[in-house]
């Protein structure tokens, strides 16, 4: 018999043919010895007997091992993710199934070398064809691409009988922290835009701002984008969408915490130097302070902007259905809030500033008498 591979659609016809075959064996319509009559005659048939000729088991499978091995190796050896569907199931035969289970294996120990090495390049963003060869899919492969990837691990731990639970469960976080990382990046592109808010008041005479900055709501729109897309809500669990929201919201807000904080360190340092070099030389005329007549210095008017556009961060995340103040990503942004609003600021009550929150506004805060 030949070993091409096209010949396994034929042999399965052959397969089920087999098995009618031996349910009449099984269970034939007669009696006692009629029954066992039944049977010798069937098998004694020249038909039955030929037909027994042609079936060779080993070959089925050296077949269906040339065309499943193969057809994985096709696809994973492509430079991009295309997603492919396959038709046909009914290819087990119980008699070679330790035959089958070897190639299982085989098969999730391939997949899995092959999406390891792939993130792990994706990760090191190293783009040199030489050194990422057969990792080409991962660096260019989009965020939703790799939805098609985690539903495929989770259709491999829900039909698979291995004992290869913490495989699936490792190769799925691994690929959500992928997800994770190519969001929080295009987060952070919304977020340098920060460092603005320093020359929009530095040795400016622009009054207090009294409202966020227009960056605040970029920051968040590619995790809502994603959530949101087709890809997402068709193929993704609602538990695995969770971990991408608050996997996302956790790194994008510690980024933020970052940056604000520069801002701020940064700004203060400025000031102080400008302090000095006033104190040490007089001030030429014209030249603009960094403290206003009413005692509200530019390093305020920045502290206020942050206060205000943390604010509508909170709120964002909040549509998202992230509890700003009570989950792990807000971590000490209360302390930070009260650290952001300036010194001309205080709270109406004693216990306002230890109990700030994203929630709040100005109408909790006045004005020192100056």
């Known amino acids: 018999m030949s070993s091409n591979p096209s010949e396994a659609s034929s042999l399965v016809q052959k397969i089920q043919t087999f098995r009618v075959l031996k349910k009449l064996q099984i269970k034939p319509r007669f009696p006692g010895s009629s029954r066992r009559y039944a049977v010798a005659k069937f098998r004694s048939d020249a038909i039955y007997a030929e037909f027994m000729k042609q079936w060779n088991i080993g070959v089925y499978f050296s077949l269906r091992f040339q065309e499943i091995a193969g057809a994985l190796d096709s696809v994973l050896t492509t430079s991009s993710l295309n997603p492919v569907q396959n038709s046909e199931t009914d290819v087990l035969v119980l008699s070679c199934s330790d035959k089958f289970l070897r190639l299982s294996l085989q098969l999730l120990s391939r997949y899995s070398n092959w999406l390891s090495s792939g993130l792990t390049a994706r990760k090191k963003g190293n783009t040199n064809t030489n050194t990422n060869a057969g990792c080409e899919w991962a660096?260019?492969?989009?965020?939703?691409?790799?939805?098609?990837?985690?539903?495929?691990?989770?259709?491999?731990?829900?039909?698979s009988i291995l004992q290869g639970g913490q495989l699936f469960e490792d190769l799925q976080r691994s690929v959500i922290k992928a997800v994770v990382d190519s969001l929080v990046e295009k987060s952070v592109e919304d977020l340098r835009q920060m460092k603005g808010i320093t020359a929009t008041y530095r040795m400016t005479n622009k009054p207090l701002p009294v409202r966020h900055s227009p960056y605040v709501s970029g920051i968040l729109r590619p995790l809502k984008g994603f959530l949101d897309g087709e890809r997402a809500t068709t193929y993704l669990a609602s538990e695995t969408r969770n971990k991408i929201l608050l996997g996302a919201a956790t790194e994008i807000t510690d980024r933020y915490y970052e940056i604000a904080a520069d801002i701020v360190s940064l700004a203060r340092k400025k000031e102080s130097s400008l302090q000095e070099f006033r104190q040490s030389a007089q001030k030429p005329a014209g030249l603009s302070s960094d403290v206003s007549d009413n005692n509200v210095s530019n390093t305020d008017k920045i502290c206020m902007q942050l206060f205000l556009d943390i604010q509508e961060y909170a709120r964002d995340l909040s549509a998202l259905g992230v509890d700003a103040v009570t989950s792990r990503c807000w971590f000490n942004w209360t302390d930070a809030l009260s650290y952001y609003v300036p010194p001309f600021l205080k709270p109406r009550s004693s216990s306002a500033r230890m109990s700030v929150s994203p929630s709040d506004n100005l109408s909790n805060w006045c004005v020192h008498e100056c």
């Open 139 to 159: 660096i260019s492969a989009l965020t939703d691409d790799l939805v098609f990837i985690i539903h495929d691990i989770k259709c491999l731990e829900e039909q």
